[in-house]
């Protein structure tokens, strides 16, 4: 039996950690145009913000490894790992601003896994290949213990009786 | 309480499939919406409450439905919403919108033939498919059901407290803020950015249309913010411990969120916007030499880029009062599977 509610009785902090990688998105979203409007520094007009930003792109940081570590997903370990380079790449802008020249540090830059790449290489296979077998977008895209219709309803179904004893499922307590 | 004596007293009751499908969808949402830490036995009672439901459902279905029978749909449909795939919560609300018709809660012509309470209880259930059907049409870019020009249902007003559903009162008890009234403004937004952008029309937008289509919106979702009062905007709730009241709150302003920056183009899953970001900041990358000194960086800035700014600060701050045990919230506040949307 598969399922998302079946699967937490297994492992509810692997799908506790699902849920909270679902959140990401709007999360995620916010946490990239901070990044984002630290990267172009040099196009607007500096932010006093900018302690209070970083403090909270640094939480976001955090909260997306956490949950990249938890569920070990390869594609939001990449896309962390994106979002870690595109950070430091931000730094090197707002330095860049405040000192003049192009501010490179070596110390906080990683490997690139770019984000772009992310979406090009990971998701795009996954996506044709949904296609190709007929699945429906997003089937692909979550671990197996994704919920489905389909998974709980083969579940067999009990007769009720008018006076006979309580029909099968009505047991509460597992 | 009382249907849950009845079940388990009158053998008569048991006949009716809606009622055991009604108990156990209310366990199931009890048991999701309960902050506190989750045992392995809690889960599997909401598994089993959960596939109780279903199968109950199914044979309800078959013969003629009641409105019970819809607020379970809508109760499954709330429960998958939170889940990791929303997909099932797509298939249950064009359930219960077929549902909603045939039961003619779409028009207010019918009204007369119930008890107030009952015409209330129509009403209100109505508005939450309303909105439920438009919510999980722009997370999966899917087209609704409801069409505005097919329905005359009045607009749910706050004119009693006995009658205080979808009312949400501020910390101080005297204040409220009729959210559910608020909530369906964003869902007439929700389904015009849909028909403006993401329908099969929208998607042929070219980039000047694109944009125009992007500021209206965006003044549309202005003015709705707006029109929220001081006391329920993020801002000031992010500065208060969270309380289960504010949770609704919550949940309102990040749907907002949720629309504005897939509005602007600033959506963490808009291939476009990351490529041009990455791009921008190759400027900047350990190993990027000067191989190409005349390359033009284009700013990946949209129009009113501080308006995104402004809303992501307000956004991250706000997930600060989110309970991160209270995964019913956590669930929704993101689109389930945006990992993989269309680009």
Known sequence: ?174 | MTMVWQWYSESKVRQDSSNWAAINVVLALSLWHDVSKKTPDDDRLMCQCIRNAQIALQASTLTEHCLLDLQVVLGLAMLFQAGPNPRPTSILVAMAVRMAHRLRLHTKNQMTEFDASTAWERDRVFWIVYVLDRDISLRLRDPYHQQDHDMDVDLPEFKSIDQSGGIVFGNDGNTWINFLLCRIDLSRIQAKTYEMMFSVQGEKLDGAQRQAASEEISLILREWKESIPQQFQPGVLSAHSFAPAVRFLAMLHFSYYHCLFLVRGIFSHDSGWIRRLTRYSDRYALDHCASNPNHEYVSPLPPNWFEGVHASRECMRLFHVVDSKDLALVGYVCPKNHLGLRS
Not at chain 1, 157 to 163: A, E, F, S, V, Y
Request: charged letters at 25%.
């Open chain 1, 1 to 174: 039996m598969s399922g998302t509610f079946a699967q937490r009785t297994t492992s509810a902090c692997e799908v506790d950690a699902n849920v909270d990688r679902n959140m990401s998105c709007t999360y995620m979203s916010a946490m990239i145009v901070l990044i984002a409007n630290k990267l172009t520094t040099s196009e607007h007009e500096f932010s006093n913000q900018v302690e209070e930003d970083d403090l909270l792109i640094d939480e976001g940081l955090d909260f997306v490894d956490h949950i990249a570590r938890v569920l070990d997903d390869d594609r939001l370990l990449r896309l962390c790992a994106g979002c870690h380079e595109l950070n430091a790449r931000a730094t090197n802008a707002v330095m860049s601003s405040r000192f003049g020249g192009t501010w490179k540090s070596k110390a906080t830059l990683r490997p690139w896994p770019t984000l772009e790449d992310y979406y090009t290489t990971t998701f795009k296979p996954a996506v044709m290949a949904e296609e190709e077998n007929g699945l429906s977008e997003g089937f692909v895209r979550w671990p197996s213990s994704v919920a489905r219709l389909d998974d709980i309803g083969l579940v067999e179904l009990t007769r009720m009786t008018n006076d006979g004893p309580l029909p099968k499922y009505l047991g509460l307590v597992p």
